[in-house]
């Protein structure tokens, strides 16, 4: 019974009691009944009194009790939080709060095979970007993958993840702490400039700067987290550059975990083009040597300020077509002595460009694309490498038969690659493709980036 209820009870008993004493007066006198019953009223009022008191004080110090508790459990909650936060564990959002931060959607900061990226503002003013990841079956275990990589790791070059959503049935959303800058894509390759993002173009010390930022964090991931965390989707799309062009690697969807005692893991071919190592290409399982191909890869497209495939003529039909194999250009600028040849044109024009440098991150790059993983360095010697404390050997001379013909193909889209593979000899050095830095083939089996 709540107060009001209680309160008019009582006044209507105490008001009939009252009523019953008067009727009694009256109809009995002053008699020995009419007083025995005006005692027993009298007794029934202060016990109705008694009991009133008794409620309204017990109710006054539970309501103090429940303020106090809520009180608490605000304190509580926003402490809670505030951990989390601080433990970078990632909490649960509603779908209403991300509509709001997002103003349904609004501002698109990029879109990727499977997920679309938008600008948010988080009610307490943290900038976020909300990945919406799309299809139900594929979405879910590029969801699961991404979270179970990101969201127990912690490192200033690796994106932060502070939360997600869930519907059933529907899309899967993670937010992550919004990076300003963007993808290194739009800083390093001429014509990736939008309307909400002018394209940049990042000085020589910044790019080799986020070299070895990359370095680190693949180092990390690598060699210092409790299972091994294989990225396998390295490229510039997913490196992101924060208000100080410090590279931060974003785009945990085809993560995989590695047991430290495995060597490789057996998985379907997925990724882009053009940054595959072969031995994924032939089946051969991956392991950490992939993301270290993908890496050398990504280095040399820095350095040129290009894609390592490019169409040069386009002719008719597909046979007609021409392609540079820019990986190639570099190595044979480098047997020719003219490193600065394979830099960005327009960072040369600038000028300032320490010789040796380029030399280094060259020799990187070929010892990290060689075909046989087992050449390849492991990225924390790479960051050895590329901070100079160790020497750089000559690189042996890649082979480059296979990996550059896989890497083409019509579509100029950002999708990646489904397995379309023909089959193929597991033997690299036995496909008796021509290898020159600039060749027309007819090989087409792998999608866009
Ligand atoms: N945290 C972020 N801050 C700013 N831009 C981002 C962020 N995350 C992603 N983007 C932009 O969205 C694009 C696609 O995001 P990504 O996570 O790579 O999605 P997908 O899995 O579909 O490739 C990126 O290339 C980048 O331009
Ligand atoms: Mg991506």
């Not at 009022?45 to 459990?73: D, P, Q, T, W």
């Not at 609004?106 to 299809?135: E, P």
């Not at 830099?343 to 020799?363: P, T």
Request: charged share 25%.
């Amino acid at each position: 019974m709540d107060d009001k209820k209680a309160n008019i009870t009582a006044v209507i008993i105490i008001i009939g009691l009252i009523i019953f004493i008067i009727v009694a007066r009256l109809s009995l006198k002053l008699s020995k009944a009419f007083f025995l019953i005006v005692g027993a009223d009298i007794a029934v009022i202060l016990a109705v009194f008694v009991c009133l008191v008794i409620r309204g004080r017990y109710n006054h110090r539970r309501k103090l009790l429940e303020k106090k508790l809520v009180s608490e459990g605000r304190e509580l909650r926003i402490e809670y939080s505030f951990l989390r936060k601080v433990a970078g564990v990632p909490i649960k959002f509603r779908l209403k709060e991300l509509e709001d931060a997002t103003d349904n959607f609004q501002a698109l900061l990029g879109q990727g095979a499977s997920a679309s990226v938008f600008k948010g503002i988080l009610s307490d003013g943290t900038a976020v970007a909300v990945k919406r990841i799309n299809g139900e079956e594929h979405g879910e275990k590029e969801f699961r993958s991404e979270v179970a990589a990101i969201a127990s790791v912690q490192h200033v070059n690796l994106v932060r993840l502070l939360g997600y959503c869930c519907l059933p049935r529907g899309p899967r959303f993670l937010v992550y702490e919004f990076i300003p800058n963007g993808s290194l894509d739009h800083w390093i390759f001429p014509g990736k400039g939008t309307k909400n993002r002018p394209e940049g173009c990042l000085s020589w010390d910044l790019r080799y700067r986020v070299a070895i930022d990359v370095a680190k964090a693949l180092s990390y991931l690598h060699h210092d987290c409790r299972s091994r965390i294989l990225h396998l989707d390295l490229k510039p799309e997913n490196i992101l550059l924060d208000e100080n062009y410090r590279a931060i690697v974003a785009d945990f969807g085809l993560s995989k975990l590695m047991g430290k005692d495995e060597s490789r893991v057996i998985t379907t071919i997925r990724g882009t083009k053009g940054y595959l190592a072969p031995e994924w290409l032939l089946e051969h399982g991956v392991s950490e040597k992939c993301d270290i191909y993908s890496y050398g890869m990504v280095l040399l497209e820095m350095i040129g300020g290009q894609r390592n495939v490019t169409l040069i003529e386009n002719g008719s039909d597909k046979s007609q077509r021409k392609w540079q194999y820019f990986p190639k250009i570099a190595r044979d600028k480098l047997g020719e002595g003219k490193v600065i040849a394979v830099v960005d044109h327009r960072l040369v024009e600038v000028g300032a460009i320490d010789e040796r440098q380029v030399k280094r991150v060259v020799h990187v790059a070929l010892w990290c694309i060689q075909e046989r993983a087992k050449l390849r360095p492991t990225m924390a010697q790479v960051v050895e490498m590329l901070e100079g404390r160790v020497p750089v050997e000559e690189p042996p001379d890649p082979q480059m038969i296979m990996v550059d013909f896989l890497s083409i193909d019509e579509e100029e889209s950002d999708c990646h690659f489904r397995p379309k593979i023909a089959a193929m000899g597991s033997n690299v050095n036995s496909c008796n493709i021509p290898c020159s830095s600039s060749s027309s083939f007819a090989m087409s089996m792998l999608s866009g980036r």
